[in-house]
């Protein structure tokens, strides 16, 4: 019974340390990038088996320390992508002028769910200034109509399929447009929203699809990649949101903050998963507020579930003055710029980043 015991937890040690090293690999294979999402549940199982292996150091001394050292390494690459979402407070302002505030909420309402009244109670309670829901079909677009009493600028698009899109705003939407990023089929928000000193920030909302065991992450990295190029074509400082069916430490994500400037509020603050709502321990973080170094963060919160498989997610922005804005690093320019191209086209879209 006991060299079964060590049997089963070396073949976990095996299997949970390459799930943690295989995403290192960069690649738009589905499978390779479906095991980015549980990196704090395979953190959590390597710690569990490795105080599990040390009960067998004695009697299997060679074999179980061999497997301790690659559980090790495993366990300290999980803990250093995730150790950006520790809660050690973040970077936040606590007081902001009421005219330089800006909230979004966001919300995957899970085409099929019909349990709309809970969200729109939310709206009214938290007040956000922008407000994105994704999966919207025609019966949503009914559900949702009470909104439109305190957020009448609407920019939508209704397809009949997952990637329904609605963006509601207290604020006037300039310029606002439904784009097909990368030429893909799942249509994205791009507008300016003037903020209530008449300043106009420019906003991206986006749901690329989901990850298929089938099909190339390859459409989902270029949507991302073009609302780097539109988000760096522009002046404004800007806000992305959306679903973007991805965890922020993958490497398409990392690198399209990078290549636009964004901050991902999150860091600091903790892990706050946002999928699956369904589960209480199968959760990571697949909804986001990005911004540019023009905002400062005054809270992160997840809201409560309402019937979907996403809860809804709110963060609450301070538009700073321009001497006190933060600016993203931009590390290793031209490198992200050339992996950005090469996706893009790959992908067979039309935008381009070019260098600064």
């Not at 973040?90 to 009244?117: F, K």
């Not at 400082?237 to 965890?247: F, I, K, Q, R």
């Not at 919160?301 to 933060?326: I, K, M, N, W």
């Amino acid at each position: 019974m006991r060299s079964v015991i060590w049997y089963a937890l070396v073949i976990l040690a095996l299997a949970l340390s390459a799930a943690s090293l295989i995403p290192l690999i960069e690649t738009e294979w589905w499978w390779v990038r479906l095991l980015d999402f549980p990196r704090l549940p395979f953190a959590a199982g390597l710690l569990a088996v490795g105080l599990g292996l040390l009960f067998f150091l004695r009697t299997s001394p060679k074999s179980t320390a061999s497997t301790l050292v690659l559980v090790v390494v495993a366990l300290a690459v999980d803990g250093w992508i995730l150790r950006p979402y520790l809660p050690t407070g973040g970077l936040r302002v606590d007081t902001c002028p009421v005219e330089r505030r800006l909230s979004v909420m966001i919300a995957n309402v899970q085409l099929g769910n019909r349990n709309a009244q809970p969200l729109v109670e939310a709206v009214s309670r938290e007040e956000p200034d922008l407000f994105l829901a994704m999966e919207t079909d025609a019966w949503w677009d009914r559900a949702l109509k009470p909104v439109l009493e305190t957020m009448p600028h609407v920019l939508q698009r209704i397809t009949g399929s997952y990637y329904g899109i609605h963006l509601f705003s207290r604020l006037p939407l300039v310029n606002g447009e439904i784009r097909h990023l990368a030429g893909q089929d799942t249509p994205a928000i791009v507008t300016g929203v003037a903020l209530r000193t008449g300043e106009v920030v420019d906003f991206v909302g986006m749901h690329p699809k989901p990850p298929q065991l089938w099909q190339s992450a390859l459409g989902r990295d270029a949507q991302l990649y073009a609302a780097a190029a539109v988000l760096r074509e522009r002046v404004e400082p800007g806000v992305l949101a959306g679903d973007l069916n991805a965890t922020p430490w993958e490497i398409a994500v990392e690198r399209m903050a990078r290549l636009s400037g964004l901050i991902d509020p999150r860091r600091g603050y903790g892990y706050v998963a946002t999928w699956n709502a369904h589960s209480s321990w199968l959760r990571w973080p697949l909804d986001h507020v990005f911004h540019e170094g023009g905002f400062a963060t005054m809270s992160v919160e997840r809201l409560d579930a309402f019937g979907s498989d996403h809860f809804p997610y709110l963060v609450r922005l301070c538009r700073q003055a321009e001497e006190r804005s933060t600016p993203f690093p931009r590390q290793r320019e031209a490198e992200n710029v050339g992996a950005a191209n090469a996706v893009l086209s790959a992908a067979g879209a039309s935008e381009r980043l070019q260098p600064r």
